[in-house]
């Protein structure tokens, strides 16, 4: 585990992150849950990436006038001990539910997909310690895991090619006959898809060099968006409007488009090779909460058994007996909006820091 702010993350590592811990899961549903707009939906990736880069910019500004400190200090330093806790207990709160939301989604689905005869108690526990082992590398091991995972999917989407091959190009022309509404909607429903760069906040200490930082969180943002464009625009010319609707997972639907004569279900290949990507998620998340029970619990000191604790309540969330409705709000429901405050929370901390920087020079004005 991370001991001090020792610089240890290069520019591949800052670039993965970004990339990995965004693409999670959010790749096997976004062509339904961004088909309100139609077959103009391969545009919608686009304007997200545009909005995630936008609001990069006050996050790597807030990094940089605290460069040696994660957000959990940062707002201790900016809100006072009391308000800054308080905070960092729900930024905890926030990556628990994280955690649990991305492993229950790929643990439902390996379950119906790839191992139905196997409920979902065997598979979460080999998938949580797995996780736990990358996690007490520290944020480097998560960051090399995120690269490996990278190089052994993304060959993946090669096999979109079959969609493109038998599907209809026409209905990838862009008519933006959808109302101004539909749009607004349909860029709310994709927004979880894009989250994830923002742990930057946390890990912003670690990074080697830091003034090129947004360059190259923004490289890993694009490559997610020249993914979900890939995938969305396959979808689009080869599904009709009425599956975009309902299908629920349309990647594992373009798979089954793939004709090859040494494998017969590519559709079980490939989401088991998606473990690796859902991985990469759930580990960096995991990360964040053991920081945060740092912060908490023993004033930034690494403790590795908050790990464990971390891991227990976020697998017990999804496993053990919470009601259904309850689930249903803490994993599908609010994480949007978790994402959302926590994606304007840097604007917040910058206004409060030059409020207070502004008061500091005119008392030393005036004295």
Not at 134 to 156: D, E, N, P, Q, Y
Not at 226 to 239: C, D, E, G, P, R
């Amino acid at each position: 585990m991370d001991r001090g702010n020792f610089k240890k993350l290069n520019k591949y590592h800052v670039i993965f992150l970004a990339q990995n811990i965004m693409i999670g899961i959010g790749l096997f549903t976004l062509p339904t849950d961004i088909s309100k707009v139609g077959y103009n939906q391969w545009l919608v990736p686009i304007f997200l990436g545009i909005l995630a880069n936008l609001s990069l910019i006050p996050i790597i500004f807030l990094c940089q006038k605290y460069p040696n400190d994660t957000l959990f200090k940062m707002n201790e330093n900016i809100l006072g001990s009391f308000i800054g806790k308080g905070l960092n207990t729900l930024l905890l709160i926030y990556a628990v539910v994280q955690i649990s939301s991305v492993s229950e989604t790929y643990l439902k689905l390996v379950q119906t997909i790839t191992l139905p005869h196997f409920t979902m108690l065997e598979t979460s526990i080999v998938f949580f310690i797995v996780m736990i082992n990358i996690v007490l590398g520290g944020i480097k091991s998560i960051a090399r895991f995120c690269m490996f995972a990278f190089f052994f999917t993304s060959w993946l989407v090669y096999y979109t090619r079959w969609a493109f091959q038998g599907g209809n190009w026409l209905h990838a022309v862009p008519t933006f006959e959808v109302p101004l509404q539909d749009w607004l909607i349909t860029l709310h429903s994709g927004a979880i898809s894009m989250f994830g760069y923002g742990l930057i906040l946390f890990y912003y200490p670690y990074i080697k060099d830091q003034r090129k930082a947004f360059l190259h969180t923004s490289i890993g943002i694009w490559i997610v968006v020249l993914f979900y464009v890939i995938v969305t625009l396959a979808s689009v010319v080869y599904f009709s409007q009425w599956q975009l609707d309902h299908l629920k997972y349309p990647v594992l639907n373009l798979f089954q488009a793939v004709q090859l004569a040494f494998v017969e279900r590519i559709e079980n290949f490939g989401t088991t090779l998606w473990v690796f990507l859902v991985l990469s998620t759930a580990s960096a998340y995991a990360w964040v909460a053991k920081k945060g029970m740092d912060a908490l619990l023993t004033k930034h000191k690494n403790r590795n058994r908050h790990l464990y604790f971390v891991a227990i309540v976020s697998w017990f969330l999804f496993i053990g007996p919470v009601p259904y409705q309850v689930q249903v709000l803490l994993l599908d429901k609010w994480p949007v909006y978790y994402g959302y405050v926590f994606l304007s929370l840097p604007l917040i901390l910058l206004l409060i820091h030059s409020i207070r920087e502004r008061r500091k020079n005119g008392y030393e004005r005036q004295a």
